[in-house]
């Protein structure tokens, strides 16, 4: 089963009424760095594997994992992980099979719920703000998810509908994108006609629409 878990009494949720749980970015970006030298010595006694100054530059994380744990069963997929993610970065998770990145992954899209810990995205919860951060945030699976039938641009076309972008954005977007992935010449080909890399390329591509704030590659 996907997706975050909402209280049985989420109908009743006001609408118009301001969430007593949201952190506002100004606030966010106040206190997140009065607690990030007391993070960090805690994180480090535990992971030594970890390098937490990925950004020498004293900017506020654009994305924020914290204290983050998964188990199932007796199993502890992901324990206590947490790390900063800056704006244009590429961050790589590297590990053996089953060390937790691609769980890691799902918890960061809102696929799979935290058995605790948090993900803040430009100061708002992801538990909390799901259908906010779903926005600004893009996915590329571990497999690709192409429908054989559809071209290249038919397929950065849907998914930018289902983003609800407007034609003129899309059609902006679409060439960009194209010209990014190195598909421009291959945009009416079908997708059960393209080599592996290049479907690859067309799923980064698709992660891409939206100008998504952090995309995650699993």
């Known amino acids: 089963q996907f997706g975050i878990s909402q209280p049985f009494y989420y109908p009743c949720f006001p609408r118009n009424k301001k969430n007593s749980s949201t952190v506002s970015i100004s606030d966010y970006e106040e206190n997140v760095w009065s607690s990030m030298n007391k993070t960090k010595t805690k994180i480090h006694e535990h992971n030594h594997w970890i390098e937490m100054d990925s950004n020498t530059d004293k900017v506020c994380p654009l994305m924020r994992i914290k204290h983050l744990t998964k188990v199932f069963g007796k199993l502890a997929a992901v324990s206590d992980f947490s790390f900063d993610f800056y704006k244009g ?56 998810i192409l429908y054989d039938k559809l071209s290249v641009q038919e397929h950065l ?24 992935i190195g598909l421009t010449n291959d945009r009416r080909t079908l997708s059960k006609d393209l ?24």
Do not use: W
Not at 98 to 103: I, Q, R, S
Not at 196 to 213: A, C, F, T, V, Y
């Open 89 to 144: 970065e590429v961050c790589a998770l590297l590990g053996h099979n089953g060390a937790g990145k691609t769980t890691i992954t799902f918890i960061l899209v809102g696929m799979m719920e935290a058995t605790s810990g948090c993900v803040i995205l430009q100061g708002l919860d992801h538990r909390i703000h799901i259908q906010k951060t779903r926005k600004m945030i893009g996915f590329c699976p571990q497999y690709d």
């Open 157 to 180: 076309e849907l998914l930018a509908q289902i983003r609800h972008l407007d034609r003129t954005t899309i059609n902006k977007s679409i060439d960009t994108i194209l010209d990014l």
């Open 195 to 218: 080599s592996g890399g290049m479907k690859r390329r067309l799923s980064i591509g698709i992660s891409l629409i939206g100008d998504p704030k952090v995309s995650p590659i699993n």
